[in-house]
């Protein structure tokens, strides 16, 4: 039997996974994301938990660890390289590298952590027996990752799948946090559904019972909608149809097995993805949109520690 970490480094936590060349989950555990020094404290944190965990596993001991993946939130080039990570406080780094110098030469490999998710839900999560994903993850921004023929979609410069800015709306005045406009996180993702919600009830004097919410979230939108609401309901509505225009795109460039929705916004369940089913029904000509699963994400926070250790799976 072989074995392998999975590192999943986020701005506040770096949550690791012990798991087995057939996906069965070990242990896992998180610990703070200790910034500074461009990534250096955080990789020695990592190191020095692989290490203990593995002096402390007669089997892993005995047998070795095969093999360290990684998820980063930030773009990689193909080489391993980071040029930039802003949440980590990063420019210039080779974490993977950097990591099996500490090792002692075990392998490891890096990718995007979006990329990563997905590449974790395709091998054991909502994806699972399939090869060829694309999922989106609805948080506070929107992220996608793009898996093909079992292999992530990255990019010659880091990104693929970057879903979240692909421009929706030509029209917009306000900025996306990238600086562009008209992003699709701007209308999809947790902030973005409250930003559209908020704009509907500034525009009508229709009743509705989000007026009465003082600090309106993406949760109360899609509970209302559930419950109702009309202008709730348009207003998930209209977020969901920019999201549906956009895999209707993808569908028409990648043409995956399926799509998966993952991020704290998709535990509204099957309201969202009838809604993106029925809006990809109207962007479509050339395929059937019934062809496509739309389906939502099963690991949660795992995805990433289990997409990271089936990087070393990878060829």
Same mark, same amino acid.
């Given at each position: ?39 250096? &404290?955080?990789?020695? @944190? ?18 070795? +660890? ?12 193909? @080489? ?17 590298? +950097? ?25 054991? =999560?909502?994806?699972?027996?399939? @090869?060829?994903?694309? *999922? /989106? ?7 996608? $990752? ?14 693929? =799948? ?12 306000? !900025? ?22 908020? !704009? ?20 109360? /939108?899609? @509970? ?6 009309? %202008?709730?309901? !348009? ?7 920019? +999201? ?7 569908? +028409? ?15 509204? $369940?099957?309201?969202?993805? #009838? *809604?993106? !089913?029925?809006?990809? =029904? ?6 059937? /949109?019934?062809?496509? #699963?739309?389906? &939502?994400?099963? &690991?949660?926070?795992?995805? =990433? ?5 089936? %990087?070393?799976?990878?060829?």
């Amino acid at each position: 039997m072989k074995y392998y970490a999975g590192i999943d480094i986020g701005g506040t936590t770096v949550k690791i996974g012990m798991l087995d060349e057939t996906g069965r989950l070990l242990s896992k555990w998180e610990i703070p994301t200790r910034k500074g020094e461009n990534g250096q &404290l955080f990789i020695k @944190d990592i190191a020095g938990e692989i290490k203990g965990y593995v002096e402390g596993n007669e089997t892993i001991r005995q047998s070795g +660890l095969n093999g360290v993946g990684i998820g980063i939130p930030g773009p990689v080039l193909p @080489d391993g390289y980071v040029e930039i990570c802003v949440n980590l406080a990063v420019r210039e780094l080779y974490p993977a590298r +950097l990591l099996s110098e500490l090792l002692g030469g075990v392998p490891a490999r890096v990718a995007n952590d979006a990329n990563v998710a997905a590449l974790g839900e395709m091998w054991q =999560g909502a994806g699972k027996g399939h @090869d060829s994903i694309c *999922m /989106v993850t609805l948080g506070t921004g929107v992220g996608g $990752g793009i898996v093909n023929e079992g292999r992530i979609v990255s990019g010659m410069h880091g990104a693929g =799948g970057e879903i979240g800015h692909l421009r929706v709306e030509e029209n917009e005045s306000e !900025r996306c946090n990238c600086g562009g406009y008209g992003c699709l996180e701007q209308y999809t993702s947790a902030t973005g559904i409250v930003r559209v919600a908020k !704009r509907n009830l500034e525009a009508s004097n229709e009743p509705s019972r989000m007026r009465d919410i003082a600090y309106l979230s993406a949760k109360d /939108v899609c @509970d209302l909608a559930k419950e109702g609401d009309a %202008l709730a309901l !348009r207003s998930l509505s209209y977020s969901m149809d920019r +999201l549906a225009y956009v895999l209707s795109h993808i569908a +028409l460039i990648m043409d995956p097995q399926v799509f998966v929705i993952g991020g704290g916004v998709s535990k509204a $369940g099957s309201l969202l993805t #009838d *809604m993106i !089913r029925e809006a990809m =029904g109207s962007y479509q000509s050339i395929v059937d /949109v019934s062809r496509y #699963d739309i389906v &939502l994400a099963k &690991l949660g926070n795992d995805a =990433g520690i289990y997409g990271a250790a089936r %990087l070393m799976l990878s060829d």
